[in-house]
């Protein structure tokens, strides 16, 4: 059986809430066709990212990458900017 490693997933949004240790909330839209009625919709998901030391404020646009399971909810980290 071959192992298969895919690319993690990369996800940009807006941080909702940091009153967490080390963890944001990031808010991210999306732009979906309705399947049965062809109208497009906007969606919203939050996701728990880790951000050691909580350098991210709400409102800051950022990145988000997937990666193995932190926490129960948590499995997402902030992408480091250069």
Do not use: C, Q, W
């Amino acid at each position: 059986m071959e192992n298969k490693i895919s690319k993690p997933k990369v996800l940009s949004g807006t941080v909702v809430s940091n009153k967490m240790k080390d963890t944001i909330v990031v808010a991210v839209s999306s732009y979906e066709k309705h399947p049965k009625y062809g109208k497009f919709v906007k969606k919203r998901k939050k996701f728990k990212a880790h951000d050691l030391g909580n350098t991210r404020s709400i409102g800051d646009k950022v990145d988000i990458i997937e990666t193995k399971p932190i926490s129960k909810e948590k499995h997402f980290k902030l992408v480091a900017k250069s």
